[in-house]
């Protein structure tokens, strides 16, 4: 009863769910069910909620120092509906943040559970240890990285002008995909302060072993910083030429000698 | 200009026209989150009411958003056509509803008014309007366009093609754009949301496509849905761009969100008319816009989330696109909570984009944070193939693996074909037949494993 498709082979190339077969003009009973499962499970990882304690215990282990902040968003119902307070922080976080006397520094990190913490649980430790050799040789000073729970994007950008920084990395947890529940995406910003645009962002998203693996993500991050910096922009006028650096598709050892 | 309207004792007052028409909005998430909705299901009706008294002219002396603050108004006001408007100018909103429904608005008709429309008398009117109403209105709509074939057609639908893939891989988009020709999809655009923004990589796959395209002469057009300024570069370095892309908003703020104005688009326009790759006609942008995005980049005005996207449509018809879509579910349950809202909102949108000459297309879809799964997906495609949508997805299982969200796969459009008998694009249609993938009543024949597509695929691989 069903015609299946004589290019199942070619499914290993791409995770995208190619040569289903098919009866009729409709999908397999097992196709349907298959896709019924990955909904539900991508359903559920949107509302697992944050374990910060454990992520703040490994980023620790690789030498950063950290904090924790929240949104103003109390639940994670809230949160879905009102991005607006996702973004912001809580009274109690911006009090502790303006408490410091913080020198200032060329980047802050802001983890941000976003719409996965399965995400932040999987991603953020192995790319930060990707991350950490390029800061060192590029010699960048850091702010403590910062743990946000019930957090989007734009809540980095309030953290690190608090946190004097030229630069802000928001690692967030992306919105799970029905393939890739845990997902992360990095957001770079130039002086971030609060009312920043998306347009003044650069993105690199996807970051996961199946995806952007953890050493090139870091590799281009690395290049958008020293871009961004050396420019004094980041945005859509920052364009991403950081593959022409690539090694057979591999980072090279450094970023090239500015002259 | 305050308006009130009484419901028996009680009267419901109105601050302005766009508070008016946000509290006649039927209800949504994203004006709640943007507080100028309605508060209460009376207050919905009696704006409606309200509404349907207001003369449509009334549009062209009151703007929404500021002339001075704001060049999509300046755009919509300064290229208003009076001489098209003219049949209608004495109707009130509420007439112009029943103008729409009757036998006097013939497709023929309804096409020489568009220039006459703004897309605040078309939200307005879309307010007073039941799905059906939407439905039948958009069905009489036509809107043809050309590059390398004929999207609009009535009694047609097309797809775009989307081969997205997490890494941008060659052999894996080339899997999917095989098995999208072979599920017979693809006259839309083949159209790749590229996982990267790098330059190289964008080129690399402008290249793939148009060497597929060439190789097996299939009448359709490619498209890397990058930053119109990305589009630029790359023109200029001598990549082969069919269609240059660009989201847009409705309002200048949201625009400039994205990094463009309509200079920007203008030059992206220009740029590509002067490649003139087309082959059958020279509409060489594709849009895509949706509900909510102009309050996600702070930029509203105040103004309801669907008149902004109708405006969106102002900025599209400017530059004579091929293809327009609204990415219906894309921003998520904040605009569009649940799969009732999403539907409303795909009907709304396409009848506006039809009624002012816009070529419509859907992409039906949903977050996995929103309330909504792919029965809802199933009802709202149902009903935008029986309006004459121009276009929808075709994503493999209607799972994106890169943008992480469900739309409509290779499937649902054959089911759609299928259930209400709906054509490819007449120049599409005639190369499957030819390349053996269908037979002459458009149905796919079985699949051969050594179909030469097939052979693209290993060469890429290798």
Request: proline letters at 6%; one cysteine or more; glycine letters at 8%.
């Amino acid at each position: 009863m069903i015609d299946r498709d004589p290019w199942q082979s070619f499914a290993r190339y791409t995770p995208a769910r190619i040569a289903l077969g098919r009866t009729g003009a409709s999908l397999p009973t097992a196709e349907v069910l298959r896709f019924s499962l990955a909904h539900a499970q991508a359903r559920d990882a949107v509302h697992m909620p944050f374990d910060a304690a454990t992520v703040e215990g490994e980023i620790r282990a690789l030498g950063f120092d950290t904090l924790r902040v929240e949104s103003a968003a109390p639940a994670r119902d809230v949160y879905l509906r009102r991005p607006d307070l996702g973004r912001r922080l809580s009274d109690e976080s911006r009090a502790r943040l303006s408490a410091r006397d913080a020198a200032p520094v060329d980047l802050a990190l802001v983890v941000a559970d976003g719409l996965s913490a399965a995400a932040i649980h999987a991603q953020t430790a192995p790319f930060l240890a990707a991350l950490k050799p390029w800061i060192e040789k590029e010699g960048w000073s850091v702010a403590p990285v910062a743990l946000a729970a019930q957090a989007r994007v734009a809540l980095g950008d309030e953290v690190g002008e608090r946190l004097k920084a030229r630069a802000l990395v928001v690692l967030v947890g992306e919105r799970p995909g029905l393939s890739s529940p845990d997902s992360l995406g990095l957001y770079l910003t130039l002086n971030p302060h609060v009312g920043r645009s998306d347009a003044e962002r650069n993105c690199i998203s996807n970051v996961r072993a199946e995806g952007l693996s953890h050493p090139l993500a870091a590799f281009k991050l690395a290049w958008h910083i020293r871009e961004a910096l050396r420019l004094g922009l980041t945005g859509v006028g920052l364009k991403d030429e950081s593959d022409l650096l690539l090694i057979d598709g591999s980072p090279p050892a450094a970023l090239p000698d500015l002259t | 200009m305050a308006f009130v309207h009484r419901i028996g004792a009680r009267s419901h007052a109105f601050a302005d026209l766009k508070d008016l028409m946000a509290k006649a909005t039927p209800p949504r998430s994203g004006d709640m989150l943007a507080g100028i909705a309605a508060a209460s299901a009376e207050e919905n009706v009696a704006a409606k009411m309200c509404l349907a008294e207001v003369p449509l002219k009334t549009f062209l002396s009151e703007a929404l958003v500021p002339y001075e603050q704001d060049e999509v108004t300046r755009l919509i006001l300064d290229g208003h056509d009076p001489v098209a408007f003219a049949p209608v100018s004495a109707l009130t909103i509420g007439d112009f509803r029943d103008f729409l429904l009757s036998e006097q608005a013939t497709p023929e008709v309804l096409a020489g008014l568009a220039k006459g429309l703004t897309p605040e008398m078309v939200a307005a009117v879309s307010k007073l309007m039941r799905n059906q109403d939407l439905i039948l209105v958009a069905k009489k709509c036509r809107v043809v366009t050309r590059f390398r074939n004929t999207i609009g057609l009535p009694g047609t639908t097309a797809v775009r093609l989307q081969p997205n893939h997490p890494t941008d891989d060659a052999a894996g988009v080339s899997s999917t754009i095989l098995d999208g020709l072979l599920y017979g999809c693809g006259d839309a655009v083949i159209g790749i949301n590229p996982a990267s923004d790098s330059l190289p990589v964008i080129d690399r796959l402008l290249r793939l496509m148009d060497e597929v395209i060439r190789r097996f002469d299939i009448p359709t057009q490619s498209c890397v849905l990058t930053h119109v300024t990305s589009s630029i570069a790359l023109m200029n370095r001598g990549a082969p761009v069919d269609l240059v892309f660009q989201s847009i908003a409705g309002t200048e703020g949201a625009n400039r969100s994205f990094g463009v104005d309509l200079n920007v688009l203008q030059e992206g326009y220009d740029a590509a008319r002067a490649l003139n790759r087309g082959t059958v006609g020279q509409n060489a942008m594709y849009f895509e816009t949706g509900q909510g995005s102009a309050l996600s980049a702070g930029a509203h005005h105040g103004v309801d989330q669907q008149t902004l996207e109708a405006r969106a449509y102002a900025v599209a018809r400017k530059y004579e696109p091929l293809l327009v879509n609204t990415v219906v579910g894309f921003i998520g349950p904040e605009y569009l909570y649940d799969g009732k809202q999403i539907i409303r909102a795909g009907l709304e949108d396409h009848f506006c984009g039809k009624l002012l000459g816009v070529p419509l297309g859907v992409d039906v879809c949903y977050t996995n944070h929103a309330e909504a799964d792919q029965d809802d997906m199933d009802t709202l495609l149902t009903l935008l193939g029986a309006a004459g949508v121009t276009y929808i997805m075709g994503i493999p299982g209607a799972d994106d693996v890169m943008l992480n969200y469900q739309s409509t796969s290779f499937h649902d459009a054959l089911y759609i074909r299928e259930v209400l008998g709906l054509k490819r694009a007449p120049e599409f249609e005639a190369w499957l037949e030819r390349m053996g993938i269908t037979d002459p009543s458009g149905r796919l024949l079985p699949a051969s494993g050594a179909h030469p597509l097939l052979g693209f695929v290993r060469e890429q691989a290798a």
